[in-house]
């Protein structure tokens, strides 16, 4: 089973790709930044990086985990960008 989230932020096009046997990557602007193999029971974390319009890098920071349903929350410099809101 594969879940894909995307967003588009500062003009850069984010997708985290999430599957039971290949695990999770983190694509930016279509490009590999961050990947963790095989299996994650509990909790997941990618790690990844942006430039923005005045030239410097801003981090992203990918959660995954869930107990029924994968869940997934993207930073950017510690600002939540996906979802845009806050799943209670």
């Known amino acids: 089973m594969k879940k894909v989230f995307e967003v588009t932020y500062g003009g850069h096009h984010i997708q985290v790709e999430n599957t039971w046997f290949s695990g999770e990557k983190l694509y930016v602007d279509g490009k590999l ?3 963790n193999l095989g ?3 509990d909790r997941a974390t990618l790690n990844g990086v942006i430039r923005n319009n005045q030239g410097e890098d801003q981090i992203i920071k990918v959660s995954l985990g869930g ?3 994968v869940e997934c929350r993207i930073f950017v410099d510690h600002e939540l960008i996906y979802p845009d ?3 209670q």
Do not use: N, S
Request: glycine share 0%; aromatic share 16%; charged share 15%.
């Open 39 to 41: 299996f994650a029971f």
């Open 85 to 87: 809101h806050e799943i």
């Open 33 to 35: 930044q961050d990947q």
């Open 67 to 69: 107990a029924i349903t």
